[in-house]
Each structure stands twice: as C-alpha cells, then as structure tokens.
C-alpha cells in the first residue's frame, strides 16, 4: 500500500490549498475510511479530516468550517480542500488509511501559512 500526498505550498493566511492523496496497492478502496492528519513543528501528530465509505465525513473542530474532505474512488485519490487558512495551519499533512488493523501513512505535504 502506497499513500502519495501533494498540493502542499505557501501561501498567504486567507488562501487556499487543495491536497491530494493518491492511493496504490490497494484493493476496494471504497470500503475504507481515509483520513488526513498534520503535525506542526514542535507538536504531536493530530486529526484533521476523515470521510468514511458511505462519504460521512467529521473534522477537527480547528478547521471545521474551512476545510473539506472528499474521495473519488474511481481514481483511489482523497482530497482535502483547505480554505480560509490560518498561520496555525502551517504543518505537514498525512494522509491516511487503517486496513484490517495496519496503519499506511503518507510521506506528507508541507503547507506553509504565512502572516
């Protein structure tokens, strides 16, 4: 299972990003939930985003708002459409899926906020 992130960039607080996380080796990947997490500089690894397969989506209260996550099985890809962003958004973003107890971690995109 490979998980490959991208869209991650600088921009301006007040900007947008859109992050992508393409999916390979995997199975049906509608049947699982995906999700995207973010650590800061300093910080532990924290939840951001997940969309299940029924597309039931929940979010960290920090973004709730001003992020969207959405998946498109047909090319095994899970977006994260971040609007409205915050210095504190600045992080790398993982993306991530759990199959049958196994964790698969992205290898990050780094998303730059500045003031």
């Known amino acids: 299972v490979q998980l490959q992130a991208s869209g991650g960039g600088l921009v301006q607080a007040g900007g947008s990003l859109r992050l992508s996380c393409a999916a390979s080796?995997?199975?049906?990947?509608?049947?699982?939930?995906m999700d995207w997490y973010r650590q800061a500089l300093g910080k532990q690894r924290e939840f951001v985003a997940r969309?299940?397969?029924?597309?039931?989506?929940n979010y960290a209260d920090s973004v709730k708002g001003r992020f969207t996550i959405s998946r498109d099985n047909a090319e095994n890809t899970v977006y994260l459409q971040t609007n409205s962003l915050k210095p504190e958004d600045t992080a790398i973003y993982y993306c991530h899926i759990r199959i049958f107890g196994s964790d698969f971690w992205g290898q990050g995109t780094l998303v730059t906020v500045s003031s």
């Open positions: 080796g995997i199975r049906f990947n509608s049947m699982y939930s």
């Open positions: 969309i299940t397969p029924d597309t039931s989506t």
